[in-house]
């Protein structure tokens, strides 16, 4: 058979989880095929393959999209996040942590876009983006709590056949926990080395305008 027409095809490289991959593409391939079928990075899911059901969800500089609607051609220069690279080395990433401590899955195959739409929905309650339950969307709004309502609305574009939704919703919630603590306690080891920082190089000045004095 002839080969197809150059026009119809790009050679595109992928930064997939810090990774640069090179690869020869049809304009049409998804980014959820160029994934799973040409580099074997089957964590990503195909459910639906027509947007619906988030199995497919990675996160593209740090934002939430479904792979089966992204074009791989498109995804060129942009951070492409799968859930294969959220673990820090053997450190899983708080909320692989929560969803296998509070068993937010039953047979796994939502789980990977679950988490990815996670971790993107717990940075955009942290920066103040309102949901479609956020009773007051004035920009000038304290920002709402993530309570389970927060939780279920900004994670309804993932659907689970085995209906773990309750664990679900109890992962989200606790790794969302955990991320204000891991900032707080930065915060505060920060402080303590400012301050500390600061101690220590106002004693010489002390001391030399103490000399100065005598
Ligand atoms: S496979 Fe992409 S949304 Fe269902
Ligand atoms: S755990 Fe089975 S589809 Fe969600």
């Avoid at 997939?16 to 580099?39: F, P, Q, S, Y």
């Avoid at 740090?62 to 220069?77: K, S, T, Y």
């Avoid at 859930?83 to 692989?96: F, N, T």
Wanted: with cysteine.
């Amino acid at each position: 058979m002839a080969p197809p027409p150059a026009s119809t095809h790009s050679s595109v490289t992928l930064d997939i989880n810090g990774d640069k991959h090179t690869l020869t593409v049809d304009h049409r391939t998804t980014l959820l095929d160029a994934l799973r079928e040409r580099l074997d990075l089957t964590g990503t899911k195909k459910g639906c393959d027509q947007g619906q059901c988030g199995a497919c969800t990675v996160l593209l500089d740090g934002r939430r999209v479904v792979a089966c609607l992204q074009l791989a051609v498109a995804a060129e220069g942009r951070a492409i996040t799968t859930v294969e690279g959220l673990a820090e080395g053997d450190q899983l990433h708080p909320v692989q942590q929560a969803f296998l401590d509070l068993d937010g899955y039953q047979c796994g195959y939502c789980t990977p876009g679950q988490i990815c739409s996670a971790v993107a929905v717990i940075e955009e309650h942290a920066a103040g983006w309102p949901s479609a339950v956020t009773d007051d969307v004035r920009p000038e709004a304290v920002p709402p709590p993530l309570t389970d309502d927060e939780i279920r609305e900004r994670m309804s574009g993932n659907l689970c056949r085995c209906a773990a939704y309750v664990s679900i919703v109890q992962a989200v919630s606790r790794a969302a926990a955990v991320r204000t603590e891991t900032r707080e306690h930065s915060a505060s080891r920060e402080r303590s080395a400012t301050t500390e920082h600061a101690a220590t190089t106002e004693r010489p000045a002390a001391t030399a305008a103490k000399r100065a004095v005598a």
